[in-house]
Nanobody, 128 residues
C-alpha cells in the first residue's frame, strides 16, 4: 500500500503563502490519484484540490489561490497556497488512490472515501 509523507505547513499572516508537499512511497505520483483535504475540529474533512488522469480539480473556496504542481525529481506533488485567509486554518492531509479503485474520479475527487492512503497531516495556521 502506498504511504504518503507530507511536509510544509506552518503559520503565516493573512495574505501570505505556504507550500505543502506530498511524497508517495511505493508508487509514482503519476500512477495515482492524489487529493488534498483539510479539517478543523468538529467539522468534516473537506476536499480542496486533487489531480489524476491528467486533470486537476479545485474547490470553489480555493480556486485561483491554490495550485497543485509536480516535482518529478522528488516524486512529489506540491500544493502552493497563496493569498491565505484565516478560514484556511486547518490540518491539511494528502491522500492517494489507485485509479482502478475509483469510478468517475471527476465527480468524487473531493470525497474522503475515494482514497485508500492518507498522510499524517500538517497544520496550517493563518492569522488575521
Amino acid at each position: 500500500q502506498v504511504q504518503l509523507v507530507e511536509s510544509g505547513g506552518g503559520s503565516v499572516q493573512a495574505g501570505g503563502s505556504l507550500r505543502l508537499s506530498c511524497a508517495p512511497s511505493g508508487d509514482a505520483y503519476s500512477n495515482l490519484y492524489i487529493g488534498w483535504f483539510r479539517q478543523v475540529p468538529g467539522k468534516e474533512r473537506e476536499g480542496v484540490a486533487a489531480t489524476g488522469g491528467g486533470r486537476t480539480y479545485y474547490a470553489d473556496s480555493v480556486k485561483g489561490r491554490f495550485t497543485i504542481s509536480q516535482d518529478s525529481a522528488k516524486n512529489a506533488l506540491d500544493l502552493q497556497m497563496n493569498s491565505l485567509k484565516p478560514e484556511d486554518t486547518a490540518m491539511y492531509y494528502c491522500a492517494a488512490a489507485q485509479p482502478w479503485w475509483v469510478f468517475s474520479y471527476e465527480t468524487v475527487w473531493s470525497r474522503p472515501e475515494s482514497y485508500t492512503s492518507w498522510g499524517q497531516g500538517t497544520q496550517v495556521t493563518v492569522s488575521s
